[in-house]
């Protein structure tokens, strides 16, 4: 069971998110601003932070600022009455993973949850896992329902980017950008090319589908994704 930390200084609103969660499947901890937060991080293990912003002793940014200072990679949700383009810039700048303007939507704050905590548990095992396929980043392999192969580098890159935030998409000069580097010779037809190699080599593939999205880019959609994401 993932923990998760709460901390807000308004005692409705921190009561409201506890109750959400804990009906989400989630054990929760609170704290009353930063300076408290620490201290419960410091005595407990923590999966994932929901922070507000305006807090007395120690607000969101300064704890935000405080952890990432730190070392800490631990994903960090974002609330705030707030959400002018200052802001906002101002929590991703301290090192915050999302921001969401109060009030909120339940429903939309749960999946944003559940989508960093997908994003983190992937970091740290550096493995995905899509029905019965499984990416292992340290090998470079792709393990299906009929074996296990090892794929090329940027095949595999390029598929584990996409597979890591499916349904969202990524135009070509992304993952040019990111999979080759700003540097590299080749042109955006190469991204066509390692796309059409990854749709033949998991053609049999019912777990997930490469779409293109015209005038746009490519993502990656999961089929038969249970309960648990996977």
């Known amino acids: 069971m993932f923990n998760i930390l709460v901390v807000e200084d308004d005692a409705g609103t921190r009561k409201l998110l506890c109750a959400l969660l804990k009906s989400d499947g989630y054990n929760v901890l609170s704290a009353q601003d930063g300076a408290e937060a620490l201290e419960v991080l410091d005595k407990n293990h923590v999966d994932l932070l929901v922070i507000d912003v305006m807090m007395p002793r120690m607000d969101g940014y300064t704890l935000t600022e405080q ?77 299906t329902d009929k074996g296990r192969e090892t794929l090329p580098q940027k095949e595999f890159l390029l598929l584990f980017k996409l597979l890591s935030y499916p349904d969202v998409v990524f135009t070509r000069l992304q993952l040019m950008d990111e999979i080759w580097g700003m ?23 019912d777990d997930f589908e490469i779409v293109t999205v015209r005038g746009l880019g490519y993502k990656a959609v999961r089929k038969n994704v249970g309960e648990d994401g996977r």
């Open 183 to 205: 540097d590299a010779e080749s042109d955006e037809h190469t991204v066509n090319v390692h796309i059409n190699r990854l749709r033949t080599r998991f053609a049999h593939c």
């Open 67 to 143: 952890l990432r200072g730190g070392g800490s990679t631990l994903p960090m949700l974002m609330l705030s009455a707030k959400d002018g383009a200052a802001d906002v810039r101002h929590g991703f700048v301290v090192g915050i993973d999302d921001y969401m303007k109060k009030p909120f939507d339940v429903e939309e704050l749960l999946l944003r949850i559940r989508a960093l905590l997908r994003r983190a548990k992937i970091a740290t095992e550096k493995k995905i896992v899509a029905g019965s396929v499984t990416l292992d980043y340290d090998s470079l392999t792709v393990t």
